[in-house]
């Protein structure tokens, strides 16, 4: 069950929106907010969305904002026709006679030309748990007005997407959705109950194999550290087993932390979570990929927090 839905039918429009994040790999993407903060919220290692509520935006909102990004591509790109040769920073500004609140909007679209306008991030935390319909409306809206994107990337429970048949997930991969972030974090059941995960390994497992039926690339996360000394070894070698039957595109791997503001934090102070040192996730990882086996999956260890931010590299099956 995800938490609370809120859908505000009458609200009024306010211009595009911004979510608080997006995997590193999306930093030349556009973001196009969908739905706001996360409709499950009760994992005690994440405090990202704590306190706020869940909402799916309009479809006719979001709709407006694909329309407001290409009116200003389209201002921007005949600006920059006219104005080669000139110092171009100068005369790209916001056009007159656009509401204030667009003003958002149009730093969006001027860094996105910037960046070459090839790809697009749905956010916020899980845009599959939009009616399937409504999300093939927004990605043929996407399609048809930046027929040039070749990659449109969301984040994804695994919860919600072992719900959606295999139909409309090959609808929603055929209107352009290509690639799908989903933290798995740990297939160690005992772990996922403990961290109110939200969801078993045998979900995670149906889940990824669907995304990737469809033809959806998919990105699994690993969290080293998050099964606690008494865990470590069985969270590794379960994770292991579930990227196995998976084969995810890309494994990605976020190392625990323990900041004040998640629940965590409590288990960790009065002692019920006994949190690893750097060696014991070091051995974490060894065993995780000791026991990864036939993935031919991209590894990547893309995160400031991360114990080794260096390590990565593709494995061949
Ligand atoms: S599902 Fe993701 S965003 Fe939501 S609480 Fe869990 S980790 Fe945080």
Redesign the pocket.
């Known amino acids: 069950m995800e938490g609370g839905i809120i859908i505000k039918k009458t609200e009024n429009y306010q211009g595009i929106e911004l979510g608080p994040i997006r995997p590193p790999s999306e930093s030349e993407s556009i973001m196009l907010r969908i739905t706001r903060n996360?409709p499950?919220?009760?994992?005690k290692f994440?405090g990202?969305?704590k306190g706020k509520d869940f909402s799916i935006r309009p479809v006719d909102h979001v709709i407006k904002d694909i329309d407001t990004i290409r009116y200003y591509i389209d201002e921007i790109e005949k600006n920059t026709a006219q104005s080669s040769g000139k110092n171009q920073q100068d005369l790209i500004s916001l056009p007159a006679r656009r509401p204030e609140y667009e003003r958002l909007a149009f730093h969006v679209a001027l860094s996105w030309f910037r960046a070459g306008m090839k790809s697009i991030f749905l956010q916020d935390?899980?845009t599959m748990i939009v009616k399937p319909d409504d999300l093939v409306r927004i990605l043929n809206h996407i399609k048809q007005l930046f027929p040039q994107v070749e990659r449109i990337t969301s984040y994804a429970?695994s919860q919600t997407i072992a719900r959606i048949s295999d139909e409309d997930m090959a609808r929603i991969a055929e209107a352009g959705l290509n690639r799908i972030h989903t933290?798995m974090e740990s297939a160690s059941d005992d772990v996922l109950r403990f961290v109110k995960?939200g969801v078993d390994k045998k979900t995670h497992i149906q889940a990824g194999q669907k995304v990737k039926r469809a033809g959806i690339e998919l990105s699994e996360y690993f969290m080293p550290g998050l099964g606690g000394e008494e865990h470590a070894l069985v969270s590794a070698l379960e994770t292991a087993d579930a990227m196995n039957q998976i084969n995810p595109d890309f494994i990605r791997i976020r190392t625990l932390a323990i900041p004040e503001n998640i629940e965590l934090y409590k288990d960790y102070k009065s002692g019920v979570f006994k949190k690893t040192g750097d060696v014991q996730v070091a051995e974490e990882l060894l065993q995780f990929l000791d026991h990864l086996d036939g993935v031919t999956s991209t590894i990547k260890s893309d995160h400031i927090l991360n114990l080794f931010q260096e390590s990565q590299g593709f494995l061949s099956g």
């Open positions: 996360c499950w919220n009760k994992c994440c990202l969305y935390a899980n429970r933290g995960k």
